[in-house]
């Protein structure tokens, strides 16, 4: 509850909202014990006085009534009118929603095609068609407001509960013998009253809105009973003579709904989880530069891409998380470096950073250079950085199925990723759509093009990812774990086929991954990095041979081997320090074997040995490494 309330409160406008909403609720519920004239008293004699008169804060209407007690008295109605229908539209809905989702089939149809039916009228039509069966009425308009509410609701819970009724933990309820209605009470409702909290607030304003709407007709409160439709109905005529009459509960209306839409907002981001761990506004176009430090000097002048001391962090709250600790790297012509280490070690972040793809907030670069060709990306105006992500860098993303648009066909996505950089028609683009799929092994590639990516393998998504990122012949290709999810066999086409591009174009690639097998397959240089740094670098056959760093003997220790004989399968113990609270000195200390007291003691900088680089007092196959 108490990270709720922070969430909200970060919501400016929605914590406006809920001061208001509080401040009128509270009198609200006072109103009974307030000093208050009889709302429903007449005093034609004092018909129409002005407002700040003497026993008439804010006037009397055509009827000599006290306009400030009508107002209380009437905004507690419109209030509790407003709240009941929303509670009966939710109860309703989410319950008809949950069973459609739930059973699906023919129940599903049945009960959609009846709500579609519902949605077809124009709810206010059909409001004011279930009041004119009902007969006019306050009850009767909150029954008429519940029940076109209720198709919003069901629609909205349906499709969450279809999701829900799949999983495995409603399987699991099944085979444990839970009926039907027990597993709806128990798994599926519990998952989806965080989606009826957020529908019910952001739409009890508009229920308080269309109750007044109702009144303001004749069909809702009935004299002398006043809610704030009624008085404003019954004021309508005055409007040019006495437009105070009008202007006190139209402004009471117009303050409760902002205030409740506001506050709805509020909670429906503060609720919504993929928003709990970052700010709630739109993240920039690119990563937020701040460096507090001079920029580096390049490393190596002969290569196309140059990072010098990168430093990334994300700033939440009052903690700041250090993922890229100055990282150091570089790449050539036609080289593939490969970048090696657990989740969470920095990889992706690093890779991210290179392009200003770390969204901000809370993403930060408060250091270091990333020099394409000798121009450093970092800092760089957006207008000239949105030129080169496509054309002189490219990303392969670990999940296709994620960053394909799934109602665009491959082909139009191809060819939209070619017109970004270049002037060519959508011939011209098409018939280069064809030979990038046929480029990456695609077979019968002039009528794949016109596959959406659902009807793909995920070995052919892969493929269409690499396609995308060759499209404008780029000079370098980030590779974002792209075998991950993939099978064995799939992996190695995918890894033969970026080592022939590489060979045949002159790429550089920066693949990213895990695995040490796959390191050895493809790359010419690795750098492993653990906590946001680089640990180990150096050629890939000579670390795979004779690591250097503890945490890099780990890992290929942890790698099986197939005909080697038999060999104990080895595992890092622990978990990686969490990088908002990194240890004193080597952050693999608590995990490392061969930790001394030095390793504590201060910084452990890394060391360059010929081609070789370590961070470790204490590297193990130090001489066969110097060898």
């Known amino acids: 509850m108490t990270a709720f309330l922070t969430l909200l409160a970060r919501n400016r406008l929605a914590l406006a909202g809920l001061v ?3 401040v009128v609720v509270v009198l609200a519920l006072i109103t009974p014990l307030l000093p208050l004239a009889d709302p429903d008293v007449t005093d034609t004699g004092n018909r129409f006085v002005p407002p700040l008169s003497p026993g008439a804060w804010l006037g009397t209407d055509h009827l000599g009534r006290d306009l400030l007690s009508r107002l209380l008295w009437g905004t507690r109605l419109s209030l509790a009118v407003g709240f009941a229908a929303a509670v009966a539209a939710a109860t309703i809905g989410a319950a008809i929603g949950m069973i459609a989702g739930f059973y699906g089939g023919r129940v599903d149809n049945i009960i959609m095609r009846a709500v579609d039916m519902l949605m077809a009228f124009p709810y206010i039509l059909l409001a004011l068609a279930i009041v004119a069966a009902l007969g006019p009425g306050l009850i009767n308009a909150l029954i008429a407001v519940a029940a076109v509410n ?3 609701f069901a629609r909205n819970i349906r499709g969450i509960t279809v999701g829900i009724a799949n999983k495995e933990f409603v399987d699991a309820a099944r085979l444990s013998g839970l009926s039907n209605a027990r597993i709806i009470l128990t798994e599926v409702l519990p998952n989806v009253v965080p989606v009826i909290v957020i529908a019910m607030s952001t739409t009890i304003g508009w229920m308080i809105l269309e109750t007044a709407g109702l009144s303001f007709l004749g069909l809702g409160s009935q004299p002398p009973q006043a809610d704030l439709g009624s008085m404003l109905g019954e004021a309508r005529s005055a409007l040019i003579t006495n437009p105070h009459t009008s202007v006190v509960p139209g402004l009471m209306i117009l303050v409760i709904v902002m205030a409740i839409n506001l506050l709805g907002d509020g909670v429906r981001d503060a609720l919504d989880p993929r928003l709990k761990s970052g700010a709630l506004s739109r993240p920039m176009a690119a990563t937020r530069v701040d460096r507090r430090s001079p920029v580096p000097p390049a490393q190596d002048a002969a290569a196309v891409l140059d990072i010098a001391g990168l430093q990334t962090q994300f700033h939440i709250k009052d903690r700041v998380y250090r993922a890229v600790g100055g990282v150091s790297l570089s790449v050539k012509p036609g080289e593939c470096l490969g970048i090696i280490g657990e989740s ?13 793809l770390v969204a901000s907030p809370p993403g930060v670069i408060t250091g270091g250079a990333a020099r394409l060709h000798g ?8 207008r000239q950085l949105r030129d ?24 139009d996505q191809l060819i939209e990723a070619i017109r970004a950089h270049r002037p060519i028609s959508v011939k011209a683009g098409r018939a280069r759509a064809v030979e990038l799929l046929k480029a990456v092994r695609i077979p019968n590639a002039a ?12 070995g052919m998504r892969q493929r269409v990812g690499i396609a995308m990122a060759l499209a404008n012949e780029p000079q370098i290709i980030i590779a974002d774990e792209p075998t991950t999810a993939l099978d064995v066999t799939v992996q190695a086409q995918i890894l033969a086929l970026l080592d022939d591009l590489r060979r045949s174009r002159g790429l550089a690639i920066v693949f990213i991954t895990h695995d040490f097998g796959v390191v050895g397959q493809l790359c010419d240089r690795v750098a492993v990095m653990y906590a946001g740094k680089i640990v180990e670098a150096g050629p890939t056959r000579a670390v795979l041979d004779a690591p250097m760093h503890p945490y890099t003997a780990r890992l290929i220790d942890c790698v099986p081997e197939l005909g080697g004989g038999k060999r104990r399968l080895e595992a890092i113990p622990g978990l990686p320090p969490v990088v908002d609270k990194l240890p004193h ?16 003691a201060g910084t452990v900088a890394l060391e360059h040995t010929g081609n070789r680089a370590v961070r470790c007092h204490f590297p193990v196959n130090e001489r066969q490494a110097a060898e």
């Open 585 to 600: 000195g080597c952050a693999f200390a608590d995990r490392c074997d061969r930790v001394q007291g030095l390793c504590r």
């Open 150 to 152: 209720v198709p919003f």
């Open 447 to 458: 009528s794949r093009i016109g596959n959406y990516p659902h009807e793909m393998s995920g």
């Open 375 to 382: 121009d450093d990306l970092i800092g760089m105006p957006y």
């Open 344 to 356: 969470g070690s920095g990889k992706s972040v690093t890779a991210l950073s290179i392009m200003g």
């Open 20 to 22: 208001v909403m509080t």
């Open 388 to 411: 080169l992500r496509g054309r002189a860098v490219s990303y392969i993303f670990q999940d296709p199925q994620a960053t394909l648009h799934p109602l665009y066909t491959v082909g």
